[in-house]
């Protein structure tokens, strides 16, 4: 859902301008916070995908996401 909102940004700013009833528009860090948030989720997301594939014979694709995963959680 976030990764689909991400692109309206502007269209939620434009509503809070135009619609003065309008309160609930993300404010800048809260789109920054989203837009980390997708990229993280993203990570996890190829990372099943690649563990449900079975027409892989080897695991060396899969010890780089997890090491990719690894350093994503360590930052």
């Not at 301008?17 to 980390?36: G, N």
């Amino acid at each position: 859902m976030l990764s689909i909102a991400m692109p309206y940004k502007a269209i939620f700013s434009h509503e809070s301008i135009v619609d003065k009833l309008y309160d609930c528009a993300p404010s800048e860090e809260e789109w920054d916070f989203c837009r980390e948030v997708v990229g993280r989720l993203k990570l996890f997301n190829d990372i099943t995908a690649v563990f449900s594939r079975t027409n892989y014979v080897t695991t060396n694709i899969h010890l780089l996401k997890i090491y990719e995963a690894k350093e994503q959680i360590r930052k």
